[in-house]
């Protein structure tokens, strides 16, 4: 018997800890490259954030019904583009305009990214905790019919 079908919800849960697991590396990333002030593509490092969305809200608006978990998340990691970083004035830095003397720092703000991640991990820390406590369940009502 699949353990997913026989704890209800087990699947959506599971869904939601590889959501959350995607959101932590994302921010460690971030963190990681808080001062890459130049990447391959030109300019400084750009924040990246993660979004959460229910594939229930696709199914309902395509009337599709043959979606394998409706109750699943889907994540989508977008760049933030629209917010610039600070300027920092260092004139000896290697990548400083050399008119003004300024740098171009990331828009990664450490704090904020402290905050996402304490976030996250309590939100991890919550899924799984509705994951053995659905297993426990459902082992106490294996148990009845013994």
Known sequence: MNMMRLVPGAD???SALNAERIKLEVISQNIANA?????????????????FESIINEA???????????SS???KIETDSKN????????????ADETTGYVQMPNVNIHEEMVDMILASRSYEANLAAMKYGRRMATQTLSIGR
């Open 12 to 14: 959506t849960t599971a």
């Open 35 to 51: 001062n890459v002030t130049k990447v391959p593509g030109g300019g400084p490092y750009q924040r990246k954030e993660v979004m």
């Open 60 to 70: 309902i608006s395509s009337g599709s019904s043959g979606v394998v978990n409706p």
């Open 73 to 75: 998340v889907q994540v």
């Open 84 to 95: 610039d970083g600070p300027q920092i004035y260092d004139p000896q830095h290697p990548d």
